[in-house]
């Protein structure tokens, strides 16, 4: 996480029209710029008060998630959170895309997961789905306030998805007791 918000202070200290060319992701491809984009956008802020309020988020549930998950799978999410934000504005915008905001709310959505059984839709993503996405979409469809609100239900998705995808099966009482019959840790026997 440190090294993610480094790379976004570096990119903003860049001059104008690096920032332009190289980390925004436009509504077209039809140049290198336009498919380096798709990724690198998540660097690119268009103001201090932009980048601050995404990485003071970013640097206050990242290191969580990335101690539960581990910097390479974190890394992967963010990648693949990126990819699907930079399409769905090929898809859906004519203008182009930069900020990190959409990683910021796949880990809101991510985080809001810890306790997840599988099988199990905990309390606290059904709240922070109806309270964040549900705002953004009424953001999208009721605002013209310059901010990607599809950046944000896109981010939200695909956290709830890892989330999902990630779920691991919590320990029950049963498996506490086999554990304790055979001198095996609850730990090992699920592995």
């Known amino acids: 996480m440190l090294t993610f918000t480094l790379a976004a202070v570096v990119v903003y200290l860049l001059p104008n029209a690096v920032r332009d060319s ?3 992701a436009r509504p077209h491809l039809d140049d290198i710029h336009g ?5 690198t956008y998540i660097l690119g802020h268009g103001s201090w008060q932009h980048l601050l309020s995404n990485f ?10 990335e101690e539960r998950h581990g910097s390479i799978a974190l890394l992967v999410m963010i990648f ?13 915008s004519s203008t ?3 900020g990190a905001s959409g990683v910021v709310f796949m880990m809101i959505l991510l985080a809001s997961m810890a306790n997840v059984r599988a099988g199990e839709i905990p309390l606290t993503l059904i709240i922070i789905a109806l309270v964040f996405m549900g705002g953004e979409l009424v ?7 310059g901010i990607s609100h599809t950046a944000h239900l896109v981010g939200g998705a695909t ?3 890892f989330g999902f995808l990630g779920a691991r099966r919590r320990p029950t009482k049963s498996d506490k007791k086999v554990g ?3 001198g095996v840790g609850v730990d090992r026997v699920l592995g």
């Open 139 to 145: 953001a999208e469809f009721r605002s013209n306030d």
């Open 159 to 161: 956290g709830a998805a």
């Open 56 to 65: 003071m988020l970013i640097l206050l549930i990242g290191p969580i998630l």
């Open 35 to 39: 498919y380096v984009g798709l990724v």
């Open 180 to 182: 304790k019959q055979t």
């Open 22 to 24: 190289w980390f925004v």
């Open 96 to 98: 182009g895309l930069l």
């Open 80 to 92: 693949i959170t990126a990819i699907v934000g930079g399409f769905a504005n090929i898809v859906l």
